[in-house]
Structures are given as structure tokens and as C-alpha cells.
């Protein structure tokens, strides 16, 4: 017994040592920031979220760093970890001009006692694209202003409105959901609400009141009082070209300009989603402007005022934080700035993008100065460090200083003939080349050549080319699957929206009581959403919604197109394309249009499948939510990849004259019996071409890049990085040493810039001036006082025994 009970006191002293060893070896992680927001994130949950202060649903200001700015978009680039927050920012703000253009569109049409309102079920299939375009989009809803929410989908309701009306959509984890048997998430499932149909004086469901809590985004922008004055709302002018070519100049007050302060969007701070979606989101909000009240038959008290908001909402848990310190690029306000475990006497921070809203997207570079130990090949990643011990921590994870580092030369010569020789013989595509057009057909580009004729290309030049020398081989835009990703989904949420009406919403279903199903798509709102693309996002020049043949209703042809002529304008153009007639002309001979269309003729397989659980307000009232009359009920839409990108074209003839690249995204509808789906047509959105970043860092052999391996670095020292928001130019790469080298020079960087390579390496082209022949990284350590002493030591001393035979 007396051995028993040794044995179970020393393993409990061995299970006490161990835990205090496991405990203490990150005892060299000081609690920050990060731990004081998670501890605050992690006590909200969907059980105790109800009776939670309000405080307490709410994070800091500062938990987002680095929004996207409307004013700064056109001007720095944007951060990769924040593409998907500029997104949710662009579709905030392109549904705010949708629904301010269409809300308004009833001044176009002739004065009748009925509203061109959009019905209902438009309403819910709008957010519900919002959400299925994009999946890192959570939630989309439009709230409305008491008492300002005019409808179409009940009868005898001309002039009147909602007390309350709120159509949102979020995406529901459909794991246990039993219309999935395969127990997978699939992401395609959401619930689809109007939150406005709620009984009278319910406060805590009214997201007008304070009883809401969460309600911070109506706050932003409602209610608006205009006090009495016509001047008060940005204004917007479109102007119309019709089938039958007649044209129309359409003035509308929209959200505010990128040029007034505030802007058109507004964020949130991080809140818990309580009762809803019950998860932290973000939101972007735009307001919504309407000429209100309306038909009182005395315009002078009819003023623009907002009426409604767009919000879109993202998970906080998907959104990047950047721990480095501040500086520069992080300049604040940032609550994780600083909380980076790099070693700040050697090392430095850099943010990576696609960690989420956890620890350790970043990595410790060196300083000018360091280099990392020979053994290393890479930066320090953040994410190791944060998991190391304190011995590994305290033992690692450092840089080495330089021995005998050179100042930068100010002062150099022309190269010497031999290595002017070197260097013309290494990159012979500059020794003997092609000008014009047809330096983008020859075995190795001439990188130089190749841009001076596309950037030579303009409204003026264009005509002095071949049609087919106006139409570059896709691969000079690689990447722009990635980098024009955002405006690709722009295309895809229309593509959704009409696929989801088409096959959702059926005008001739007949309703109890007095409401009515709604009408089918009018020109109306086919112009405001193409219209919509271009005034949501800066980078989209054109947009168009193509209909096949006898598609679109009571139309044989129907095409809005819609483009820009400046980059930062309030004036913007649409017609109808429709009016091209001719057979040569007519946009459904179009190859792009051609190959969507057979593509499309039979199979639709392949397309996801999105299921909706939707409720609807119970009368005009609201009163209380009842399901749908089909309920759950699905549609089929394409994704992504289910589009079309084309070759990068400078259209000499077309509305806007650049080097376009389009995406197309097709959508589908119910044929004549309502058995199975067809082809009805394409959304397109183009964008400028040269706004791309240039590719020049070496790559696989089968990657589709025309500018692959044309960069300049010394590839026996160093190796290429590519810089993005460089542009269409050559240059955006720097040249990082190679593991076991190091930067000799003492300067404020620690890599050769591209920009700088590729101009001196043009002085050794025209035979000027040159340092090119410099910018090669040393062999680490092999310079050092100290280890140069030693080496001389060790050779002698291994050397004397020889040097005494030979005596």
C-alpha cells in the first residue's frame, strides 16, 4: 500500500511540474490588446447576448484598421487583406444609387394613380444577390424610415406606405439543415426577412428606436431632416439613349460624393449580430434618397431627403487585423498596432493578407542593416512565433548584423564594352527587337517594346492599327482573375439577381386578400442596375445587361449599356444597344455572346443551387411575419467560374476608348412552360486594362503570362518578389537575396527596388551611365572583419605543417 501511495504522489508531483513547465514556458507573451478584445469577442454569445449590456455588443472604433476610403481608392493602392471590406464598400454603395435611381425613375414616366415602385419579392431577391455573389458577404438589407416605403405589391395602395419595411437577407450554416442530406455546408442557404413586420409598439423589434441596440448603422444617416430646402442631396445626371433613338436627360439625387465630407459610406464599429445571424459583423451603410412626400401635386414641398439605408454586412471573424507598429502604412487609428512578436532590435513587421481575425498574419524581416542567419531561407513568419516557447523565442528568430556594409555610390561610369556585352547577350530581346504591334508576337518579349505600343494606343492612334493588332493574346493580362475579382462579382450579383426573378417570381400567381404578385422586369430597373455597376465601383468604365431574342418582356432585342467618359464624374451615359439593328452590329452576333449562349443550350448541371427561407409580412401593416407561400424555395445561378473572360481589346469604334477586359456572366430563367431552364441572356462589366499590376517574377511553364521571367534581378544572388499597385509598367518586383547572401549597401531598404533595375538597366541598353552591374547581393559574412580574420587564422594553422615540409 505504502509503494502505492509513492507512486501516486510522484506522478502527481510529475503532472504538477509538467503543467507549470507548459504554463511558464509562454510566460514571455505579455497580455495586450489583442487578449482584452478577444476576452470582450468570446462573453457575447447567442444564449446571453439578450440580457448583455449594451456596451458590451458593441467592440472598439478601432478593432478595423485601414477601411476602405472612397477618396483614397483612385490614389494609393488598396491593401490585399482589405479587398473584400472595399467590396462590401462597393456594393453598399452601388445599391444605394440603384435604389435611389428607381425610387426616383417615376419622374421619366407619364402621371398615373399607380406606383413603379418595385414589388416586394424584388426586394428580397435583391439582398439575396447581394449574399450569393459573394462569400464573404454575410448579410444585405435595406431599412426604410417609418412611413417612407412605397410598394406595388398590394392593390389599392397607390400613395400609401409601410409603417415599417426592412427586407434583409443573411446566410444561414445549412450543416444540419435537412434539405441537405449530405451534411456538408454548402453556404448557398439564407434567410430572407422583413424586419419591418412587426406588431404595433413592439419597441425591442422596431430598429428605429433605442430598444434595438444594435441598430448603430440606422443611426449613421437616419432619420434625415432636410429642413425645407431642395439642395441638400448630391445630385446625379444620366443621360438616355433609347431603342428608338430618342434621348432623355435624367437628373437624381443620390448618396453624397467621394468629393464631400463625409463620404457616401459609413462604417460600423463590430457588433454582435444578437438574435439575428448571432455573429459579430461590420457593416457599410449608404443612405438611400427619394423625393418625399410624394404626389401631393405641389413640387415646391416635395424635397429630396434620405429615406432609407443600404447596409451590407461581413463577419468580423474574415476581416485581417495588422499587429505591427505604427508608421507609414499603419498609421491608425489601430487597436492592434504594436502587438507583433518580432525581435524590434533586428527585425521588422510586415502584414500578410488571410489570417482572419486571429494572431500571426504577419512576418519579421529584417532591418537594413540584418540579414537573416545562413541557415534560413525566408522572413520569420508570425504565426511560428506566436506559438513558440520562451526558449525557443528567446533563442531564435533573430537577424545577424553586417559586417562592412558599402554606402550607396552616387557617382558611377559607363559599363565597360565586355560587360555591356555580358548583359546584351543575357537579354538578346534587346539587342535585336520588334517595334509596334508586332513586338507582342515575337519568342521572347521585349517587355519595353511591348508597353510603349500599348500605352501608344489611344482615341487618337488607334485607327493607324490593323483590328487585329487592337486585340492583345490573353495572356498579357495575367491575373486579372484575381486583382478585377470585385468587379467580376458586380457582374455575377446581377447575373444572380434576374436568374433568382426570372425563376422566384411569377407575375401571374394569384395571392389572398389584396396583395399581388409583382410585375415583370420594366426597362426601368434593367437601366438602373446596369447603371448601378458603373456608379458603384470606380474601376468599372462600362457595363451592359444583353438580353436574347425575345427574352425581355414586350421586347425583341433589349440591351442597356452604360459607360463613363471620366474616371471622377457625376455625368454618366446609357443607351439602349438594341438600336444597333444591323446584322453586323447587333450585339447577339458577338463571339462572346455566341459562345455564352451555346454554352448554355442544354446542360445546367453545373450551376449552384441556392435555397431560400423566406418570410413575408403577414398584411400592409406588418403585424407579424408569415412564411412564404413556397417555403423553402431555391433558384440556379451561375458562380465565377461560370462567366466569361475576354481578351484585352482596344475597341476603336466603341463608346470607350481603352483597353478594355470584359467579364460575362450568364443568367437563366424558365422557358415558355416553366419545365426546365434556358439561356436569357449576360451581364457584362469591362475595365481598363491598365490598371492591372505587371507579373515579371519567374513562374511555372504552363502559367498564361506574357511578362513571366522578364525582370532583371540577378538571379545567382537574388530572387523576384512582385510589388503589386505598381500599374501596367514595368518594374513592380524587387530582388530579396537569396538564402546565405546579403544586401551590402547601408541604406533604408533591404532589397533592390525594380523600378530602379529596370532603368539602369536601360542606361546599359542606350550606353550611358550605369550602376546595373551593382545590384547583386554579397555573400554573407564572407566580407566581416572578423570571420575573414579566423579564416585567415585557420589556413595558416592547417598550413604550417607544409609550409615546414617544404623548409
Same mark, same amino acid.
Given at each position: 500500500m505504502a509503494n502505492y501511495r509513492i507512486l501516486w504522489k510522484s506522478y502527481a508531483t510529475f503532472a504538477i511540474l509538467m503543467a507549470m513547465g507548459v504554463i511558464a514556458q509562454y510566460e514571455w507573451q505579455a497580455r495586450d490588446s489583442f487578449d482584452e478584445v478577444k476576452i470582450k469577442y468570446d462573453k457575447v454569445t447567442a444564449d446571453n447576448c439578450p440580457i448583455q449590456h449594451l456596451s458590451d455588443l458593441y467592440l472598439y472604433d478601432d478593432v478595423i484598421s485601414h477601411l476602405p476610403d472612397i477618396k483614397e481608392v483612385n490614389i494609393n493602392p488598396i491593401f490585399p487583406n482589405r479587398t473584400n471590406l472595399l467590396h462590401l464598400h462597393n456594393m453598399a454603395l452601388s445599391r444605394s444609387f440603384f435604389w435611389s435611381y428607381i425610387l426616383q425613375s417615376r419622374f421619366i414616366r407619364p402621371a398615373i394613380n399607380d406606383t413603379y415602385d418595385p414589388g416586394m419579392m424584388y426586394y428580397y431577391l435583391s439582398t439575396v444577390a447581394d449574399v450569393s455573389s459573394n462569400p464573404y458577404i454575410n448579410a444585405s438589407a435595406v431599412y426604410f424610415s417609418p412611413n417612407s416605403s412605397y410598394t406595388s405589391s398590394y392593390r389599392g395602395f397607390f400613395n400609401k406606405t409601410f409603417p415599417l419595411f426592412a427586407p434583409r437577407t443573411f446566410r444561414l450554416d445549412d450543416f444540419n439543415d435537412p434539405i441537405h442530406l449530405q451534411k456538408i455546408s454548402t453556404m448557398n442557404t439564407f434567410d430572407v426577412r422583413d424586419?419591418?413586420?412587426?406588431?404595433?409598439?413592439?419597441?425591442?423589434?422596431?430598429?428605429?428606436?433605442?430598444?434595438?441596440?444594435? $441598430? =448603430?448603422?440606422?443611426?449613421?444617416?437616419?432619420?434625415?431632416?432636410?429642413?425645407?430646402?431642395?439642395?441638400?442631396?448630391?445630385?446625379?445626371?444620366? =443621360?438616355?439613349?433609347?431603342?428608338?433613338?430618342? $434621348? =432623355?436627360?435624367?437628373?437624381?439625387?443620390?448618396?453624397?460624393?467621394?468629393?464631400?465630407?463625409?463620404?457616401?459610406?459609413?462604417?460600423?464599429?463590430?457588433?454582435?449580430?444578437?438574435?439575428?445571424?448571432?455573429?459579430?459583423?461590420?457593416?457599410?451603410?449608404?443612405?438611400?434618397?427619394?423625393?418625399?412626400? @410624394?404626389?401631393?401635386?405641389?413640387?415646391?414641398?416635395?424635397?429630396?431627403?434620405?429615406?432609407?439605408?443600404?447596409?451590407?454586412?461581413?463577419?468580423?471573424? @474574415?476581416?485581417?487585423?495588422?499587429?505591427?507598429?505604427?508608421?507609414?502604412?499603419?498609421?491608425?487609428?489601430?487597436?492592434?498596432?504594436?502587438?507583433?512578436?518580432?525581435?524590434?532590435?533586428?527585425?521588422?513587421?510586415?502584414?500578410?493578407?488571410?489570417?482572419?481575425?486571429?494572431?500571426?498574419?504577419?512576418?519579421?524581416?529584417?532591418?537594413?542593416?540584418?540579414?537573416?542567419?545562413?541557415?534560413?531561407?525566408?522572413?520569420?513568419?508570425? =504565426?511560428?512565433?506566436?506559438?513558440?516557447?520562451?526558449?525557443?523565442?528567446?533563442?531564435?528568430?533573430?537577424?545577424?548584423?553586417?559586417?562592412?556594409?558599402?554606402?550607396?555610390?552616387?557617382?558611377?561610369?559607363?559599363?565597360?564594352?565586355?560587360t555591356r556585352e555580358k548583359y546584351l547577350d543575357r537579354y538578346y530581346e534587346y539587342r535585336n527587337y520588334s517595334t509596334g504591334a508586332s513586338s507582342m508576337h515575337t519568342e521572347k518579349m521585349n517587355i519595353d517594346e511591348a508597353l510603349r505600343f500599348i500605352r501608344g494606343v489611344n482615341e487618337k492612334t488607334c485607327k493607324n492599327f490593323h483590328p487585329q493588332d487592337l486585340i492583345l493574346p490573353g495572356d498579357v493580362a495575367y491575373g486579372v482573375k484575381k486583382q478585377f475579382a470585385n468587379e467580376a462579382r458586380m457582374a455575377v450579383r446581377l447575373a444572380n439577381f434576374i436568374s433568382a426573378f426570372l425563376q422566384v417570381s411569377d407575375p401571374d400567381e394569384v395571392y389572398s386578400g389584396k396583395k399581388v404578385a409583382d410585375r415583370p422586369l420594366t426597362e426601368d430597373q434593367m437601366i438602373g442596375e446596369t447603371l448601378a455597376l458603373v456608379l458603384g465601383n470606380n474601376r468599372v468604365w462600362s457595363a451592359g445587361t444583353y438580353w436574347d431574342r425575345n427574352k425581355f418582356t414586350n421586347r425583341t432585342h433589349f440591351a442597356p449599356f452604360a459607360y463613363k467618359k471620366e474616371l471622377n464624374t457625376r455625368k454618366f451615359k446609357l443607351e439602349d444597344l438594341a438600336r444597333l439593328n444591323k446584322t453586323e452590329e447587333l450585339y447577339t452576333g458577338k463571339t462572346w455572346f455566341r459562345m455564352l449562349k451555346q454554352r448554355w443550350s442544354t446542360n445546367f448541371d453545373s450551376l449552384e443551387k441556392f435555397h431560400m427561407k423566406m418570410k413575408v409580412r403577414y398584411n400592409e401593416s406588418g403585424e407579424h411575419l408569415q412564411k412564404y407561400e413556397r417555403y423553402p424555395n431555391f433558384y440556379r445561378a451561375g458562380n465565377m467560374d461560370h462567366g466569361y473572360w475576354t481578351a484585352p481589346q482596344f475597341d476603336c469604334n466603341g463608346l470607350v476608348k481603352k483597353w478594355l477586359i470584359t467579364y460575362i456572366a450568364p443568367f437563366f430563367g424558365w422557358d415558355s412552360i416553366k419545365v426546365k431552364l434556358e439561356f436569357k441572356g449576360v451581364v457584362a462589366v469591362s475595365m481598363d486594362m491598365l490598371q492591372l499590376d505587371i507579373n515579371q517574377c519567374p513562374d511555372e511553364y504552363y502559367t498564361p503570362n506574357a511578362f513571366k521571367n522578364t525582370h532583371k534581378c540577378d538571379e545567382k544572388t537574388s530572387y523576384c518578389v512582385p510589388i503589386l499597385g505598381r500599374g501596367y509598367d514595368s518594374g513592380g518586383y524587387k530582388c530579396e537575396c537569396l538564402q546565405g547572401f546579403e544586401y551590402p549597401y547601408e541604406d533604408l531598404i533591404t532589397y533592390y527596388d525594380g523600378q530602379l533595375v529596370e532603368a539602369e538597366f536601360q542606361n546599359i541598353v542606350v550606353d550611358k551611365e550605369s550602376r546595373f552591374d551593382l545590384f547583386k547581393c554579397r555573400l554573407a559574412a564572407a566580407s566581416s572583419i572578423y570571420s575573414g580574420l579566423q579564416l585567415i587564422i585557420a589556413i595558416f594553422i592547417l598550413s604550417w605543417p607544409i609550409i615546414s615540409r617544404i623548409r
Open positions: 424586419l419591418g413586420a412587426i406588431p404595433a409598439n413592439s419597441f425591442s423589434l422596431d430598429y428605429t428606436t433605442e430598444f434595438y441596440k444594435i $441598430n =448603430e448603422w440606422y443611426k449613421l444617416w437616419l432619420p434625415d431632416e432636410v429642413e425645407r430646402r431642395h439642395d441638400t442631396k448630391t445630385t446625379y445626371q444620366v =443621360e438616355i439613349r433609347y431603342a428608338n433613338n430618342t $434621348n =432623355e436627360t435624367f437628373t437624381f439625387h443620390g448618396p453624397p460624393g467621394a468629393d464631400e465630407v463625409p463620404g457616401p459610406v459609413k462604417w460600423t464599429r463590430p457588433y454582435f449580430d444578437c438574435g439575428r445571424s448571432n455573429k459579430w459583423l461590420v457593416a457599410a451603410v449608404v443612405p438611400i434618397a427619394d423625393i418625399y412626400p @410624394r404626389h401631393t401635386q405641389f413640387r415646391h414641398i416635395e424635397y429630396p431627403k434620405y429615406t432609407a439605408i443600404s447596409v451590407l454586412e461581413m463577419d468580423l471573424e @474574415r476581416i485581417d487585423i495588422n499587429q505591427c507598429p505604427k508608421g507609414e502604412g499603419n498609421r491608425g487609428p489601430n487597436r492592434f498596432a504594436d502587438t507583433a512578436r518580432c525581435k524590434k532590435e533586428t527585425t521588422e513587421c510586415e502584414p500578410m493578407d488571410g489570417w482572419g481575425f486571429r494572431r500571426g498574419g504577419y512576418q519579421c524581416r529584417c532591418k537594413p542593416g540584418f540579414r537573416l542567419p545562413s541557415v534560413v531561407r525566408r522572413p520569420y513568419l508570425g =504565426e511560428i512565433l506566436e506559438r513558440a516557447s520562451s526558449e525557443q523565442y528567446y533563442n531564435g528568430f533573430d537577424c545577424q548584423k553586417i559586417g562592412w556594409v558599402h554606402k550607396v555610390p552616387i557617382q558611377w561610369d559607363r559599363a565597360p564594352y565586355a
